[in-house]
T-cell receptor, first 112, second 112 residues
Framework: GDSVTQTEGPVTLSEGTSLTVNCSYETKQYPTLFWYVQYPGEGPQLLFKVPKANEKGSNRGFEATYNKEATSFHLQKASVQESDSAVYYC???????????FGAGTKLSVKP | EAAVTQSPRNKVAVTGGKVTLSCNQT?????MYWYRQDTGHGLRLIHY???????EKGDIPDGYKASRPSQENFSLILELATPSQTSVYFCASAPGHYAEQFFGPGTRLTVL
């Protein structure tokens, strides 16, 4: 069945360093891909989504490219801030007959 | 104004007792979802719904029932709560599986 695998956390970085959170997926069709962010004490919220292969999504300095050939959707940010400390979830949706599927989440801590 | 609300926010229950978690959305979305969140597992789908009167099993439905009496309300019912159901539960709504999900703030359930 469908699955999403992402970088195992926790990940600890210093402010100003770069971030990559790997996300790989398995699916029989061409899904819509999502990155969600969850701040402490809150529910997840959408960071961005990309419905089409080979397109890029971005928001708040984060970006990811939908790579159909490699079945990957890695999250990147050039320079992280302490306020980026959160849990990041990669997710996919294959169609309106199949509920969305989330990865296990990657907890990011950014030290000042 | 919060569009997805959950009640209660915290609940302590006894083993074997009945627990009902409630979710209300004002987004007028057809789809609603119940997830549980556990360290190392991320968000796992318990039940979801396509509209009033509809409930579908997710990936981990055993021990849980769901009820969707109206467009706005979606409940998760634990008829016989067990300590393994101690977790944080999130409700979400969306226009469809392909779309952004809007999450509630979560309910922390402890079963003693």
């Amino acid at each position: 069945g469908d699955s999403v695998t992402q970088t195992e956390g926790p990940v600890t970085l210093s402010e100003g360093t770069s971030l990559t959170v790997n996300c790989s997926y398995e699916t029989k069709q061409y899904p819509t891909l999502f990155w969600y962010v969850q701040y402490p004490g809150e529910g997840p919220q959408l960071l961005f989504k990309v419905p089409k292969a080979n397109e890029k999504g971005s928001n708040r300095g984060f970006e990811a490219t939908y790579n159909k050939e490699a079945t990957s959707f890695h999250l990147q940010k050039a320079s992280v801030q302490e306020s980026d400390s959160a849990v990041y979830y990669c997710a996919l949706s294959e169609g309106n007959n199949n509920a969305p599927r989330f990865g296990a989440g990657t907890k990011l801590s950014v030290k000042p | 104004e919060a569009a997805v609300t959950q009640s209660p926010r915290n609940k302590v229950a006894v083993t074997g007792g009945k627990v009902t978690l409630s979710c209300n959305q004002t987004n007028n979305h057809n789809n609603m979802y119940w997830y549980r969140q556990d360290t190392g597992h991320g968000l796992r789908l318990i039940h979801y719904s396509y509209g009033a009167g509809s409930t579908e099993k997710g990936d981990i439905p055993d021990g849980y029932k769901a009820s969707r009496p109206s467009q706005e309300n979606f409940s998760l019912i634990l008829e016989l709560a067990t300590p393994s159901q101690t977790s944080v539960y999130f409700c979400a709504s969306a226009p469809g599986h392909y779309a952004e999900q809007f999450f509630g703030p979560g309910t922390r359930l402890t079963v003693l």
